[in-house]
């Protein structure tokens, strides 16, 4: 008789969109692959008693509280996952660093580079384990590309162009939410970290930044029958350079009507071409300059078990992963790290980077200059 895993149980703050998220998570790694732990959704926490009781009731945790320093303190529970919003991030991730658990963080890691450099130095500090959800990078097809890059297929990288573009906010109508606050970062720190992570996990560091804000809706309803002046960026850009003497540019807006989940890039080398979209995540295209004449154009790579761990979720190219699915993978990288069999995926010290790319970026806007950054 096989011998029982050690338990890692969890304990969830914050019951919203992204809380659930991390559940699917949860639940599907555990039972897509071979974790060194079974996972327990111990105790979850929200505002109030009620809605916690209703969460754990709907998400299949053992306990519920309404207050989150409850799960801080309870010496049963291993990791603190933390998807509240943003301005709670460090106070909630100090407290569990400092009882000794791992704790996992959903992005922006922190509204300040400098609050996230405490964070992550605390947790070095602890030798606890920390991981922040930008389950993006976790697409087997992104890993391809890198590879690709990496190989030299693409021969000298000339160029990158990003894009994070979404629509929740396009609505003037729409009310002042705490993503609204200048704690909550503004379109580029909520969308533009993505596609900041993407660029450095595909070319590697970027050294200078220039940037451009711009807020485009002045003000929102404040749900009392006035409005609240927005102070945030609705739309961000800058242009980059990196390391490796490529060129290139990142844009980030919720306000692009149309679009529901624009994460996508291209990148241009001397032999060839990579284009990648979120919106159709399982396909890579790519350009060869290496193909006859009168045959070339951009193919399709399409996602299978031969990009792992495809092959974990289905046998059969073609059927696709979903977003949730990217979700257990990271969850997964993050508890082989808890158990020492691999590096952290994406930690504080990688969430404090985007940070400072971010307010390298804002920096770069408000002086009209190039900027270095981090």
């Not at 109030?48 to 299949?60: H, I, N, P, W, Y």
């Not at 979720?313 to 059927?319: D, L």
């Amino acid at each position: 008789m096989a011998a029982e895993r050690p338990q890692l149980r969890i304990g969830l703050i914050g019951t919203g969109f992204m809380g659930k998220t991390h559940v699917f998570g949860f639940a599907a790694a555990q039972r897509v692959f071979d974790l060194p732990y079974d996972l327990v959704l111990h105790t979850v926490a929200d505002r109030t008693e009620d809605l916690a009781a209703q969460a754990a009731r709907t998400l299949g945790f053992a306990r519920a509280s309404g207050d989150w320093r409850r799960l801080v303190e309870d010496p049963e529970i291993d990791v603190i996952d933390i998807t509240a919003p943003n301005a709670f991030h460090k106070e909630m991730a100090l407290g569990a660093i400092a009882a000794g658990k791992h704790v996992y963080c959903e992005k922006p890691l922190a509204p300040l580079a400098a609050d996230a450099r405490q964070m992550a130095d605390a947790a070095e500090a602890a030798g606890v384990r920390t991981q922040v959800g930008f389950n993006y990078l976790c697409n087997p097809l992104l890993a391809l590309a890198r590879e690709m890059i990496r190989a030299g297929e693409l021969g000298e990288i000339r160029s990158y162009r990003g894009i994070h573009a979404e629509d929740y906010m396009a609505d003037a109508g729409s009310p002042f939410t705490f993503r609204h606050d200048p704690v909550g970062g503004g379109a580029l720190a909520d969308l533009g970290s993505h596609a900041l992570a993407t660029a450095e996990f595909l070319l590697g560091p970027v050294e200078q930044v220039v940037g451009n804000t711009v807020t485009v809706i002045a003000s929102r309803p404040d749900g009392g029958g006035g409005h609240r002046a927005v102070e945030v960026d609705d739309i961000g850009r800058a242009f980059l350079r990196f390391a490796n003497g490529a060129s290139g540019s990142i844009e980030a807006s919720w306000v692009a009507t149309g679009r529901k989940m624009q994460h996508d890039f291209e990148v241009y080398g001397t032999k060839g071409a990579l284009f990648f979209s979120q919106e159709r995540f399982n396909e890579l295209h790519f350009y060869s300059t290496a193909d006859p004449a009168g045959r070339r154009g951009f193919r399709r790579i399409e996602a299978g078990p031969d990009h792992d761990p495809y092959g974990l979720f289905c046998v059969a190219p073609g059927h696709q992963l979903g977003f949730n699915d990217l979700k257990a993978i990271e969850v997964a990288r993050f508890v082989y790290a808890i158990a020492g069999k691999r590096d952290e995926p994406f930690g504080f010290r990688a969430g404090q980077r985007i940070q400072e790319l971010v307010e390298a970026i804002k920096a770069s806007a408000r002086e009209s200059k190039w900027l270095r950054a981090g």
